[in-house]
């Protein structure tokens, strides 16, 4: 039985009392009755009232989360982008435990330590330290040397990936 049936319903007892209509009690109690009765009728349309932003609130998250994935997905190479100056080493790729989707962040994003998951609002929180920085010296000491970081193979210092030497400034131990 809904509010308004209620109040009708007590409206309709009220009536079958048959009580005396010039006591102060009976004046009372229909005047409480008709305060239900006119809260039940509020009550109502506020409940269609929310029932139809309900229903363009769903509207409007599908419109944007359609608007999010055209975005997102035209901008997309492998780091998450389709720009043609992309210089994907500056961006992240992290999974969400919640939802298990990828995220694309750049540093800035990911120096900021947290955020929140824009596919499912997952609280999610960075912890830098255990990122380890590659040592760019020559004797792959992942960082524990007190090297010049300097490459001792004979090639000149400017040599790269394809370096003859094949030391790429890295000494095969």
């Known amino acids: 039985m809904t509010i308004k049936e209620q109040a009708a319903y007590l409206k309709g007892m009220l009536s079958g009392l ?36 309900c229903e363009q609130l769903e509207i409007m998250d599908e419109d944007l989360a359609s608007i999010e994935n055209s975005v997102c997905h035209d901008k997309q190479c492998g780091c998450g982008c389709e720009e043609d100056d992309c210089d994907c080493d500056d961006f992240y790729e992290v999974t969400c435990p919640k939802c298990g989707k990828k995220i694309c962040l750049d540093e800035d994003t990911l120096s900021e330590e947290e955020m929140n998951c824009p596919n499912c609002g997952e609280f999610l929180e960075f912890d830098l330290d255990d990122i380890e920085d590659e040592c760019s010296c020559c004797c792959d000491c992942d960082d524990d040397c007190d090297c010049d970081d300097e490459c001792d193979c004979d090639c000149d210092d400017d040599c790269d990936d394809d370096c003859d030497c094949g030391c790429n400034h890295k000494k095969d131990k």
Do not use: C, G, Q, Y
């Not at 005396?20 to 009232?49: A, V």
């Open 18 to 53: 048959e009580l005396e209509e010039n006591r102060k009690e009976t004046k009372l109690f229909k005047e409480i009755i008709d305060l239900l009765h006119n809260m039940s009728l509020s009550i109502d349309s506020l409940e269609n009232d929310v029932d139809e932003v």
